[in-house]
Each structure stands twice: as structure tokens, then as C-alpha cells.
């Protein structure tokens, strides 16, 4: 089991522009999650999903859009990049034991 | 609005000692309080986690103690080692959301 992917690893983008961060389980977990990651603040939630074709926001979705067509994927689309968006940004999947989540590497992402 | 406060920020124990690390809440709704580690490039671990009709789990070296009437958590690393050097988080649960403290970066000097 490669456990949860994230893709890319690194990225620099421009304000104003967008992308999408990938992520992938193949432990056929129904909840997936993402967040963000600031030094002295914690993990913030952005959006989550309990199951495909279901998500909702978290503590932070200004920004933020997420979709779940299939249970293994749950990518993370910036609409249009700020730098307020530069962090560090998560992806976890569980069963629906949320309190037991598994972490994706992480994407650290800089925006100018 | 933090809804988990977590302290201190940083400690530092020497190997062998015991690591205290504090947490307190105020939303009676949450329902579960985990632990993780997090260690440098790597995304947090699942350490331990504590329901709140329970005051104490203890597994291996690692103890959380709950004080539901006080609304507050701690984790007790005992006998402390170089390994456990890393980032420690507290969390609360409700309505599938994960809500963090703001972390503990504990270093244990040999």
C-alpha cells in the first residue's frame, strides 16, 4: 500500500494564478481531508469528505474548492493564488475513526 | 478564535525525564482528543487518542491524562528519549472535524 500520495511536492506559483493539488489513497478509506499548515498555528481543516460525491468546509475554505468523484482521489483547486495562501498544505484519509487520520507528505507551496 | 490551546511551545528534556505537554478546550461538543507526532518534511503520525469518559490511556511510554471537568488534556512522555524529538499536536473532534492546538516542539538533549 503506497498509503496517501501527494502531488506535486514543491510548487511556486504567481498571484492570481491557479492549480490543483493532488491527492490519492488506496486504502479505501470514505473520509479524506485537507489541510493547511502555518508555523505557530497548527493544522487548519479546509474542506473534508466523508464519502464520494459528499464534501463540506472546514475552519478555512475562502479560496479553496474541492470535488470527490471517485474515494481515492480528493484534489485541492486554488482559484486564484494570494500569498496568504503560501503554506504548507496536507492531505489525510480515514476510516470513519476521523480521530485516526493518515497524512499524506505534504506539498509546500510559495506563492510570490 | 483558537478552540484548542495547547502549551508550552517549546521544551526541552533531558533523556530519561518526563515530557509534559497541555491542552485545554472549551466546546463541550467535541467528542475524541488525539495526539499526534510530527517529525521534520513529514506529515503528522497518530500517537494516541483518549474519549472523554476515560481519565487516563497509557500506551508503551505515552500517557494522556483527561480532566473532563477542567476541560483540559495532557500527554506525559515518560523516560524521554532523543527519538521523541518532534513537533506534538493535541486535537478535539466534532462533526468530522479536526480541530489542533497550535503544537509543542520537544527536544530531548542526550
Known amino acids: 500500500n503506497a498509503g496517501v500520495t501527494q502531488t506535486p511536492k514543491f510548487q511556486v506559483l504567481k498571484t492570481g494564478q491557479s492549480m490543483t493539488l493532488q491527492c490519492a489513497q488506496d486504502?479505501?478509506?470514505?473520509?479524506m481531508s485537507w489541510y493547511r499548515q502555518d508555523p505557530g498555528m497548527g493544522l487548519r481543516l479546509i474542506h473534508y469528505?466523508?464519502?464520494?460525491?459528499?464534501?463540506d468546509q472546514g475552519e478555512v475554505p475562502n479560496g479553496y474548492n474541492v470535488s470527490r468523484s471517485t474515494t481515492e482521489d480528493f484534489p485541492l483547486r486554488l482559484l486564484s493564488a494570494a500569498p496568504s495562501q503560501t503554506s504548507v498544505y496536507f492531505c489525510?484519509?480515514?476510516?470513519?475513526?476521523?480521530?485516526?487520520?493518515?497524512f499524506g507528505p505534504g506539498t509546500r507551496l510559495t506563492v510570490t | 478564535q483558537q478552540q484548542v490551546k495547547q502549551s508550552p511551545q517549546s521544551l526541552i528534556v533531558q533523556k530519561g525525564g518526563i515530557s509534559i505537554i497541555n491542552c485545554a478546550y472549551e466546546?463541550?461538543?467535541?467528542?475524541?482528543f488525539p495526539w499526534y507526532q510530527q517529525f521534520p518534511g513529514k506529515g503528522p503520525a497518530l500517537l494516541i487518542a483518549i474519549r472523554p469518559d476515560v481519565s487516563e490511556k497509557k500506551e508503551g511510554r505515552f500517557t494522556i491524562s483527561f480532566n473532563k471537568s477542567a476541560k483540559q488534556f495532557s500527554l506525559h512522555i515518560m523516560d524521554s528519549q532523543p527519538g521523541d524529538s518532534a513537533t506534538y499536536f493535541c486535537?478535539?473532534?466534532?462533526?468530522?472535524?479536526?480541530?489542533w492546538g497550535a503544537g509543542t516542539k520537544l527536544i530531548i538533549k542526550p
Open positions: 486504502m479505501n478509506h470514505e473520509y
Open positions: 469528505s466523508v464519502g464520494a460525491g459528499i464534501t
Open positions: 466546546n463541550t461538543a467535541f467528542d475524541y
Open positions: 486535537a478535539a473532534l466534532s462533526n468530522y472535524q479536526l480541530i
Open positions: 489525510a484519509s480515514s476510516t470513519f475513526r476521523v480521530s485516526e487520520q493518515y
